[in-house]
């Protein structure tokens, strides 16, 4: 890895944890960059369906990585000339990028990629390994979580106010089953990292979480 001296804040977190919203929030905060490294998975996973690749094929979804053309444009995520922000955004996009976030080979390929959103004058990046493998070095490492009743709570309340009814029981459930695919997997799993801050959002709004990241980050840049 080439040092940069570029600072990174990670937020790292399982499913609906906040880290997206956060995430922007603090990178427009600071003017920073922001790297919302699930959507790439989520992408990989939409291309392979597309290309008629299933999710089970490592091999062939590592090759197909390299020829992908994705560009962050806004609130919007282009393939090639599509605009698949919303087409990556469902439960099963997200099951999917699960999946296939579990190979190696396919974590390695999407690896420099993301080095690369590390751009003056700094980056937030949100995942699951932001501060454990992709930016080990990040200035600040954030881990924040919430009770599955609570996540699964707030991703029904979302999809509500998106017009979509959901069974909550059945989103509590895909929630869980994500989790523990992204926690036991043998490829940097969901895991804080030594030197993070943890935050439990059960309880909190997104206005303190916000002021609690802004502060330590002010403290350490
Ligand atoms: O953050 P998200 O829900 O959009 O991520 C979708 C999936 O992608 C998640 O369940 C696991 C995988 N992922 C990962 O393995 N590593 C990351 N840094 C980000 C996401």
Redesign the pocket.
């Known amino acids: 890895m080439i040092a940069s001296s570029t600072p990174v804040i990670a937020i790292d977190g399982p ?1 609906a944890s906040g880290k997206g919203t956060l995430a922007k929030k603090v990178a427009e905060h600071f003017g920073f960059h922001y790297l919302d ?3 790439l ?2 992408v990989v996973a939409y291309a392979s369906k597309a290309s008629g690749i299933a999710w089970t094929q490592e091999e062939e979804i590592a090759r197909l990585i390299p020829t992908l053309d994705i560009e962050f444009k806004g609130n919007d995520i282009l393939l090639g000339q599509l605009s698949i922000d919303s087409l990556i955004r469902t439960e099963e996009m ?1 099951k999917g ?2 999946q296939v ?1 579990q190979y190696p080979k396919v974590r390695t390929a999407l690896f420099d990629l993301q080095q690369q959103f590390r751009k003056s004058p700094g980056l937030v990046a949100d ?4 501060g454990t493998v992709v930016f080990p070095d990040a200035k600040v490492k954030i881990f924040l979580t919430a009770s599955a009743e609570t996540r699964a709570k707030r991703r029904y309340e979302q999809l509500l106010q998106a017009g979509i009814k959901s069974d909550y029981d059945v989103i509590l459930h895909d929630l869980q089953a ?1 989790d523990k695919q ?1 926690l036991e997997r043998a490829t940097a799993p969901l895991k804080m990292a030594d030197n993070a801050l943890c935050i439990d959002t059960s309880h909190l709004d997104i206005a303190s979480v916000f002021d609690q990241i802004v502060t330590v980050s002010q403290q350490a840049l």
């Not at 995942?127 to 932001?130: A, E, L, S, T, V």
């Open positions: 499913s490294s699930g959507a998975y989520r997200g990028a699960s976030a995942g699951r390994d932001m994500r992204d």
